[in-house]
């Protein structure tokens, strides 16, 4: 067998969710691209800013020496230290460019902390439901996933979180706005997660560290406010990205910041730029570490996103799917009519409408739909999801759409 056994297996656990991307692809390929209602992916679809144009121009045309080497692992220093400037202004803390580690995005982010993190076997508490790759990036260190759910609000359910910690959980994942719910969590959730963190690791003479994985952190569309972990609790290390805020997934620029107050917040650094050597990294890509610098406070059109969650939110409301209204990142999570979410999301797919789910997500009963996604597509897909809700046998609501 060319490939390992473990790589096999966990490929044969996330097929079914491939399997669908398959079938997606195929029956774009018979029917059509614009016959296909695909709201499966969760790739950002907008296109970055100006001011990334314009950054990108300068920083290209830059032919000063150097810039283009290997540099220290963690990242140019003068980047650290913009984003070292951001952070102690939303924190207050005296975060310095030595708490700051550039990374291959957020993915590369976990990957660089769980590595720095995890002895074989201790735990990483995943709060279901969860972005599928966590599980496989425990596994990659060694850890082992804890899986606690969420409350019915998918918001944190601190007892449920402190009756899974044991004396080998290492840290917590915390993903807040959330992929897939879209729910930001709540300032009284945070603040009874650390309340919940302090206690045991008082009882169990441990170190548990949050890792805030946060690279949907701007996109957010009502007056809410994301917590700032790092106010709440001393062990909390953001692993973001600017995949989602400035639409560059493929640019791969992310950042760790591990907070001044961390317990060994030097030693972490240390390990961490050693882990980005040895997973092969090396460092973040050089050219966007420049340009990432002087856009900090960019972002893409927000309000294209809004506009096609509240078109979504409401016209599916009125077809009788439940689901809360989604505070942040571009995701609906409804609840399917019947319990077998995989079935019912085949039922969608005769339609030719392409959603995720909620098994993959560690949350079997609801789907996900993402809603980046061309407002001429959603548009042209709400008679079709008519079509699908009433074959499907789902109660028309009778209230306004919000
Ligand atoms: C919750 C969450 N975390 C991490 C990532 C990985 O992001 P990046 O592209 O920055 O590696 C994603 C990507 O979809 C995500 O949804």
């Known amino acids: 067998m060319p490939v390992a056994r473990k790589v096999t297996e966990q490929i044969g656990r996330a097929s079914w969710i491939r399997r669908m991307f398959e079938e997606g692809r195929a029956l774009k390929a018979r029917v059509g691209n614009d016959a296909v209602f ?15 144009f314009e950054a ?13 080497r290997y540099m220290t692992n963690a990242g140019f220093e003068d980047t650290r230290l913009a984003f070292a400037d951001k952070y102690c202004l939303e924190t207050g803390l005296d975060y310095t460019a030595n708490h700051i580690l550039m990374t291959v995005g957020a993915a590369g982010a976990l990957n660089v902390t769980l590595k720095t993190l995890l002895n ?13 790759e966590y599980e496989f990036y425990v596994d990659n260190h060694g850890g082992v996933p804890k899986i606690v759910a969420t409350d019915a609000d ?14 080998q959980t290492r840290a917590i994942l915390v ?4 992929n897939p719910t879209g729910r930001v969590y709540r300032h009284s959730s945070i603040d009874a997660l650390a309340r919940v963190l302090e206690a045991k690791q008082r009882e169990f003479k441990t170190t548990i560290y949050v890792l805030s994985d946060e690279p949907y952190r701007a996109l957010v569309y009502d007056d809410i406010d994301v917590p700032v972990i790092a106010n709440y609790y001393k062990n909390t290390i953001v692993c ?14 992310g950042h760790i910041a591990v907070s001044p107050e961390a317990a060994d917040a030097a030693e972490l650094v240390n390990g961490m730029a050693f882990a980005i050597r040895t997973l092969g990294f090396v460092n973040a890509p050089a050219l966007m570490q420049r340009v990432v610098a002087q856009i900090l406070d960019s972002t893409v059109d927000l309000d294209f996103y809004r506009r096609n969650r509240d078109t979504l939110y409401s016209e599916l409301r009125a077809l009788g799917f439940e689901m809360q209204r989604p505070e942040g990142a571009f995701f609906l999570f409804p609840k399917t009519p019947t319990p077998d979410d995989v079935g019912f999301v085949r039922g969608l797919q005769k339609h030719h409408i392409l959603t995720v789910p909620g098994s993959g997500f560690g949350t079997p009963g609801y789907f996900r739909i993402c809603y980046s996604v061309e407002r001429n597509m959603l548009e042209r897909s709400l008679p079709v999801w008519a079509r699908a809700a009433k074959e499907l046998g789902l109660e028309p609501r009778n209230t306004t759409k919000n």
Do not use: C, M, Q, W
């Open 175 to 178: 993903n807040s706005p959330n």
């Open 120 to 132: 074989p076997g201790e735990e990483v508490i995943l709060l279901a439901p969860f972005f599928a």
């Open 240 to 253: 973001t990205s600017n995949s989602k805020d400035l639409g560059l997934p493929g640019e791969r620029i």
């Open 38 to 52: 695909d709201f499966s992916l969760g790739n950002p679809i907008l296109e970055p800013p100006d001011e990334f």
């Open 154 to 167: 998918f918001d944190l359910d601190a007892a449920a979180i402190a009756a899974a910690i044991t004396p």
């Open 56 to 68: 990108l121009e300068v920083v290209a045309s830059d032919r000063a020496p150097g810039l283009h």
